[in-house]
């Protein structure tokens, strides 16, 4: 299977002053990636997130990010179709990290001493071996860093310095995605003054109200908004215009 999981690269302590500068695009996220994949010592790895998070019949796992190349291209399709449920129902209930055998191993990869904080998956269904690291940050950002090798057998604080990594690896894709939705569509004044409303617990009619507005407006207004912050509700809205900075 891999080698003795003893072998370490560094230390926790190193590997915790390691700084991550903030990310531009998606291809400074790729060093990062392929640094915590010489961690692991895999051989790949696969950033997947959850899409229509808000709607659990529509859920499923879409790859955003991956290295397995042109040789291995339906390896991330095989994953989804042979784990793909399982793994949106494991995020549901629980962050602990998932292991799996691949076709040519008898056992996953996990030291003994973190085997019991670590879930296992149907082995043998595809022919590789992994561990995925779930990463959970609310209403939207939810999903999976997926390491994959034949010898793959990182050590027990390793394990837990790579899902940490794992949760900023989200975080900046997240990041990403809300910096291009604001540029690409930024709020109107009117927009901004009914979501700062909307925040402090204020209804549709006292807005209508507050502004001089109609609460068909004030409802057009709340809309718009909604739609241009990619949200799927107001409340989600919401959370989004705080983290961007267009309201307290």
């Not at 997947?48 to 955003?64: D, F, I, M, N, T």
């Not at 709020?187 to 507005?213: P, V, Y």
Request: hydrophobic share 45%; with cysteine; aromatic share 6%.
């Amino acid at each position: 299977m891999g080698q003795p999981s003893g072998r370490s690269i560094g230390n926790s302590e190193t590997m915790r002053g390691v700084r991550t500068n903030k990310v531009a695009s998606r291809s400074d996220l790729f060093p990062r990636l392929i640094g915590m994949q010489k961690l692991a010592y895999a051989q790949n790895f696969a950033v997947y997130r959850l899409s229509a998070a808000g709607v659990p019949a529509k859920q499923r796992l879409v790859c955003e990010l991956e290295n397995w190349g042109s040789v291995n291209s339906g390896f991330s399709r095989a994953f989804i179709d042979a784990h793909g449920e399982a793994l949106l129902d494991h995020i549901e209930k629980s962050l602990l990290p998932v292991v799996w055998a691949g076709g040519l191993d008898r056992a996953p990869p996990r030291p003994a001493s973190i085997a019991p904080f670590m879930a296992r998956l149907t082995g043998g269904v595809v022919p590789f071996s992994g561990m995925a690291f779930p990463v959970r940050l609310g209403a939207i950002g939810n999903g999976f860093v997926v390491f994959t090798g034949d010898d793959l057998e990182p050590a027990s604080d390793m394990i837990v310095e790579l899902h940490a990594r794992s949760c900023q690896i989200m975080i900046d894709l997240l990041s990403l995605d809300e910096r291009r939705v604001a540029a690409a569509e930024a709020l109107s004044e009117r927009e901004i003054a009914c979501l700062q409303l909307a925040g402090d617990g204020r209804i549709s009619e006292e807005i209508a109200e507050k502004l001089g507005l109609s609460v068909h407006t004030v409802n057009a207004y709340l809309g718009s908004a909604t739609v241009k912050l990619d949200s799927v509700n107001r409340i989600q809205a919401i959370a989004k215009a705080i983290r961007l900075g267009y309201i307290s």
